[in-house]
């Protein structure tokens, strides 16, 4: 067991795949779970799940790509909440198309969703650590962002953006004890990636890429997640972790 001392975490798109997981990892650590998507369906059943597995969880329904909606969440949360201790930048979409038949909607979508998020998030919910002099904050990059991906130009440049933003925060905030870093998954069974996991001739291409030639499990995403949120990684910060079965190594 991880270190923990009666901690509030704030997970985004808590609903499915890799942000349900950290969610779900963290409440088994005895960590109190805000599960953030915009679907009140998905992060419902999140919380419900954690509920009913002895957890504490409350489910919240928000579009992290509503800026205005983000900071009406985050004033009643810390209402309600005597301090939110844990922020997980995790909310993400995909509108993937090689770079001359990308829309300027397509672009703007997975920027704003992606990353202008994680600016809104952390201003609102990271003002309040500084103060208490506490604080873990972990943005869910991607190794797309750290080497580029073709077909990928929004996503990689949103999650470049988030390791950029993930650097410089963590020197904002280095004085008040409050870490900030970023994980980079590689290729994640998930709900997202289904599409070419499923398939084996798609699979066997990219596999071809990953040093240990399997795809990635939510559950190890969120270890790593967790183990930056806890005690024991108060000496680490601006640093990015790919969890990427060697791809970028």
Not at 68 to 79: R, V
Not at 113 to 139: D, E, Q, Y
Not at 207 to 223: I, T
Not at 232 to 239: D, L, M, R, V
Request: net charge positive.
């Amino acid at each position: 067991m991880l270190t923990f001392k009666n901690r509030t975490a704030l997970v985004t798109g808590a609903g499915r795949g890799i942000g349900r997981a950290i969610a779900e990892t963290l409440a088994r650590q005895g960590v109190t779970v805000i599960c953030v998507s915009k679907s009140a369906e998905s992060c419902g059943a999140t919380a419900a799940a954690i509920t009913a597995a002895g957890g504490r969880a409350k489910a919240l329904a928000v579009d992290v790509a509503d800026g205005a909606a983000i900071a009406k969440a985050s004033e009643e949360l810390l209402k309600e909440f005597p301090a939110i201790d844990i922020l997980i930048n995790n909310a993400g979409i995909t509108r993937d198309g090689l770079l001359f038949r990308m829309s300027e909607a397509d672009w703007n979508d997975v920027l704003t969703t992606n990353l202008t998020s994680c600016f809104h998030w952390t201003k609102l919910i990271g003002r309040p650590m500084t103060r208490a002099r506490w604080g873990r904050i972990v943005n869910i990059a991607s190794v797309s962002g750290v080497m580029g991906n073709a077909g990928q130009a929004n996503y990689s440049a949103a999650k470049a953006g988030m390791i950029g933003l993930t650097k410089t925060l963590a020197r904002e905030f280095a004085t008040r004890s409050v870490t900030v870093n970023a994980v980079a998954p590689g290729f994640i069974k998930t709900d997202m990636t289904a599409g070419f996991v499923e398939n084996a001739e798609a699979s066997a291409k990219i596999l071809e890429a990953v040093p240990l030639r399997r795809f990635g499990e939510s559950a190890e995403v969120a270890a790593m997640t967790a183990f930056l949120c806890s005690e024991e990684a108060g000496y680490i910060t601006g640093q990015v972790f790919n969890v990427d079965g060697g791809m970028a190594m």
